[in-house]
């Protein structure tokens, strides 16, 4: 998981909404192993060799936007809201209508959801760059319920499913439009992972529940997915990268409005979950710890270390703090997904989320005191306390540890990798699997030495 402090108030500044203060991109706290700067664009796949002349993508004449969406799913925000749930809240589009719902501790909190950041990306604008929307169709726009995610084969439930016209957020905030000039809260983006080919933003499995209770505004997205996202074919006039231009457009929308939610525009954490993959084939039990050990340190243990080392040696200027992931409850949802075999120990990639947002498809039930709620109370915890804060275990919020960021390391000295075990029994672990870190390094330096400091 990626937490990155976006924006970092000079102490806890109110802010006023119809100003956003000037503030500094380029200041960041980290607390993961690795980073994705919005601002950076990855380079297009160009045209292979041999390929014919093309001319420029023109959209059918007949373009019909693609839907694939289950019955059901929320592809449409339904009626006008005129139930005593319904609030209505001004933003620079225009008035939205959102809904109060309740939160589990018996506090109320306000939803407001499928509010579109930019324009149908359909016809003349499929595989463009998102364009900002300046003014909604609809006034007031219905907000009271999801709209489709964007077209992805997904999971759960399996096949493909997704509309196109899939620009929208959602803002989750316990400030209402009566009292949302007070004291600015704490801001969270969450950005879903998915390989940039499946997953949505959507209450499925990001449900705000639990984060909104420990006093922060959450803000969830969807962005352009597989060939909609990132096709890349600059012949014919396709610069690729859609799904990320939708990200960072969605980012200037949050600093444009979030104030009118409660929240503060000067401090905002980007946050979110690399999808990974697992092979749901049937293979042999002999040697699986083995395979299991493979792909878990070539696809995630030794980039996260490598990441880390690099981070220490040359960023020594931004905290980084890093976790290992070790609970095992019931709230290990992830672990059957990926068919890890039972009695494997440990965590499955991205099993923390459970432990982070409820969801329509999370529907395990878990008792109050057991491993599976004191986890899920530590992590929203540290989680909205770095958003708050700037760091997971500030003074004078006794969570009974001490998380510190990792040391800088000075050129000529080895890297020594302190992680916080996240577990029924916190502790600091310094250099965990060290033989296998080792193994993988000695590899590294001998055919990729760039990789390594």
């Not at 802010?15 to 950076?40: E, L």
Request: glycine share 10%; with cysteine; aromatic share 10%.
């Amino acid at each position: 998981m990626v937490i990155r402090k976006l924006y970092v108030p000079p102490t806890v500044a109110k802010t006023n909404p119809a100003q956003p203060p000037v503030v500094d991109p380029n200041f960041c706290r980290f607390m993961a192993p690795s980073v994705v700067d919005p601002n950076f664009m990855p380079p297009s796949v160009v045209d292979p060799n041999g390929m014919p002349p093309a001319t420029a993508y023109q959209p059918p004449a007949e373009d019909v936007p693609i839907i694939v969406e289950p019955e059901g799913s929320g592809a449409s925000n339904g009626p006008p809201l005129v139930f005593a749930d319904a609030v209505e809240l001004d933003v620079v589009a225009g008035k939205i209508v959102g809904r109060r719902k309740p939160l589990p501790n018996g506090s109320e909190y306000y939803s407001y959801q499928g509010i579109p950041y930019a324009k149908p990306p359909v016809g003349e604008l499929r595989f463009k760059p998102p364009v900002p929307l300046d003014e909604f169709d609809e006034q007031p726009l219905q907000c009271g319920s999801e709209r489709g995610h964007c077209l992805a084969i997904m999971a759960l439930p399996e096949g493909p499913a997704g509309v196109e016209d899939c620009l929208y957020l959602n803002v989750y905030t316990t400030s209402g439009p009566g009292d949302a000039l007070g004291m600015l809260k704490p801001v969270m983006v969450w950005i879903h992972g998915g390989g940039y080919y499946t997953g949505s933003g959507n209450t499925d499995f990001f449900g705000p529940d639990y984060l909104l209770q420990h006093g922060v505004v959450l803000v969830t997205l969807n962005y352009r997915l597989g060939p909609l996202g990132f096709l890349a074919l600059p012949s014919v006039g396709i610069h690729g990268n859609q799904g990320l231009k939708d990200q960072q457009l969605a980012l200037r929308w949050v600093q444009e409005n979030i104030a009118r939610f409660g929240g503060d525009p000067s401090n905002v954490t980007l946050f979110g979950e690399s999808a990974g993959s697992a092979s749901d084939k049937s293979i042999e039990r002999d040697g699986l710890g083995h395979l299991l050990e493979l792909v878990g340190d070539v696809g995630f243990y030794f980039p996260v270390y490598a990441a880390a080392e690099l981070h220490s040696r040359f960023q020594q200027e931004a905290p980084l703090y890093f976790y290992r992931f070790s609970y095992e409850s019931e709230l290990n949802q992830l672990r059957k997904q990926f068919s890890v075999p039972d009695g494997t120990p440990g965590a499955a990639h991205a099993d923390e989320l459970s432990y982070l947002f409820n969801g329509s498809q999370i529907t395990v039930p878990v008792e109050a005191g057991s491993v599976a709620d004191q986890g899920r109370t530590l992590l929203c915890r540290l989680w909205t306390n770095f958003a708050k804060f700037g760091q997971p275990t500030p003074e004078g919020d006794d969570v009974g540890f001490q998380w510190d960021p990792l040391p800088p390391t000075a050129a000529g000295e080895p890297f020594v990798l302190r992680a916080l075990d996240l577990n029924e029994q916190v502790q600091v672990v310094e250099n965990p699997m060290q033989e296998r870190i080792q193994f993988w390094r000695s590899l590294a330096e001998r055919f990729n030495p760039n990789l390594v400091a």
